[in-house]
């Protein structure tokens, strides 16, 4: 992406006399650079339009300036360069003069994105289109303490496309999504936690009324008997499922639940499928792909197989993920991929919504760490992307 700022040196001149603007928006480098100028006003204005221009090349917001996370900065040899965070980017900047006019230029250089290596097209979205066009998708899910997992799985669904999202979730937390959630649906249990009761599952059934996709676990906890509610939503519930987290933890009490309905899609990382298959990880590793393999063939489902490029099986096809970074092994990473994923199974079979729903989450990791380094990213840093992959995405598939 290109941003660009043009600022005016006269009107910025203004500025800088009032409300301690220069402290607020400058670092010292910035400064006692500028001062060594013989027009400094002129070289303040145009680190100006630098910082706004990659604000817009990045899509970041105000607060990037305002707290002075983006320096513009000068190597000995006078060569410009700029940090974002604790990111240095030494190419892709250019600030340039034209009498009253100072111009800031930033190219956001995602050249790391070789090649989308995904065959998947969603369709052009049409002109004469409404919000239920693109799926009713609801998360069941979030515990006490635990609220922010379903709730970025259901931010992750909104930013992929989802045309309306339901947090389904206990009265004990339903107050905290209230105030968090305002693109959501929030719909909540006469319950502190999920556990198994007749009372519980009608009010889960009465609220799935409708829905077209169904993601169970993030967040869940472990109440009792929680595998019986879960068997019990999956036989009453037509549409699509996608189990995570808490929903797997349980069904591994009686694996016999993923015989009921064929084409779930499971997103376990390896602790969670070494309780499915009761493997241990050591003997996963050692032919995992074959594991996976086996494993969907056996209970016909679509298993995502979370981790260093990610394997996405249905028991005859596989996929391996190369998008991705250390950076996304964080709180909450799996609950984005969740969210994702659910979005397009509206749209897409189970294996292609798989396949491309990591592929998503990765790339979206990877346009993060870039902007705030693996060691700062954060799971919404993720959601706050997938967007830019989105962009990517339909520049090549109309």
Do not use: W
């Amino acid at each position: 992406m290109i941003g660009i700022d043009i600022v005016s040196i006269s009107s910025f001149q203004k500025k800088i006399s009032k409300n301690l603007f220069l402290q607020k928006i400058f670092t010292e480098n910035e400064i006692s650079y500028a001062k060594k100028k013989k027009n400094s006003i002129q070289t303040l204005a145009g680190i100006f339009a630098a910082k706004e221009a990659i604000t817009k090349a990045m899509n970041l917001n105000l607060s990037y300036i305002l707290r002075k996370r983006i320096e513009i900065l000068h190597s000995e040899s006078g060569n410009l360069y700029y940090k974002v965070c604790k990111n240095i980017f030494k190419k892709g900047l250019s600030i340039s003069h034209d009498g009253d006019l100072a111009v800031g230029i930033c190219y956001n250089d995602f050249s790391f994105v070789k090649d989308l290596q995904i065959d998947i097209s969603l369709g052009k979205r049409k002109n004469d289109t409404n919000k239920s066009d693109y799926g009713r998708i609801a998360f069941l899910g979030g515990s006490k303490g635990m609220a922010g997992s379903i709730y970025m799985s259901s931010m992750a669904a909104l930013r992929s496309g989802a045309g309306l999202v339901y947090t389904i979730c206990p009265k004990s937390i339903s107050n905290i999504l209230q105030i968090k959630s305002i693109e959501n649906i929030i719909k909540e249990i006469s319950c502190d936690n999920f556990s198994y009761s007749e009372t519980i599952l009608a009010e889960i059934i009465r609220a799935i009324y409708k829905i077209n996709v169904l993601c169970i676990g993030p967040g869940m906890g472990n109440g009792d008997n929680l595998q019986v509610l879960i068997s019990k939503i999956i036989s009453y519930f037509e549409g699509n499922i996608l189990i995570d987290a808490d929903g797997l933890n349980a069904i591994a009490k009686d694996i016999d639940i993923l015989k009921i309905k064929n084409n779930m899609v499971l997103t376990p990382h390896m602790m969670e499928f070494s309780r499915l298959t009761k493997l241990s990880i050591d003997n996963i590793n050692k032919n995992k792909q074959e594991i996976a393999i086996n494993f969907a063939k056996k209970y016909k489902q679509v298993l995502v197989l979370k981790g260093n490029k990610t394997l996405v099986t249905d028991g005859d096809n596989l996929y391996i993920n190369n998008t991705g970074n250390p950076g996304m092994a964080t709180a909450g990473s799996g609950d984005v991929l969740s969210g994702i994923i659910s979005a397009l199974l509206y749209r897409l079979n189970p294996f292609e919504a798989a396949k491309l729903g990591v592929f998503i989450h990765g790339l979206a990791g990877d346009i993060a760490s870039k902007k705030m380094s693996e060691e700062s990213l954060i799971a919404s840093d993720i959601i706050d992307n997938i967007h830019e992959v989105f962009k990517i995405f339909r520049s090549k598939h109309v």
